[in-house]
């Protein structure tokens, strides 16, 4: 059975949109920890980041480095990388616009109309 996310890569559930290329995509977490947290991952669905070949690994990391630069430059906060994964089985890097009342494991409650702004600022 397909992960949440390649419902997701693949438009079947709904999403925040980001950013997309050939071998990665990219969208806001559904449960933020601060405005603008988003989620790349890659499109070939392999549970952990270190189970990736180097292809796809590389890609991913490049993705996290062009999204969190541009994250920053919109911002003007730095961007924190945090890797989990217990929760989906398909490998993410969650990219976190900081803020100084983040806490990890503490979501914020926001509306449609916040999710769409930030995603407009964030999308590349
Ligand atoms: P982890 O596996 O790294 O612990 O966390 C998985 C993340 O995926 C969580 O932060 C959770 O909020 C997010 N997530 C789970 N299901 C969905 C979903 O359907 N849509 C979006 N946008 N995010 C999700």
Redesign the pocket.
Known sequence: MSS?FTK?IKGE?P?YKIYEDDKTFA?????PETKGHT?VVPKNEVDKIYELDDEDYEALMRTVKKLSKNMEKVLGRRTLWKV?????PHA?V?LLPYDETWEHGRNLKLTEEEFEEIRQKLAL
């Open positions: 949440i997701i559930i999403c969208f806001l977490d559904i449960n989620l989990i994964g217990t929760d989906v993410h969650h």
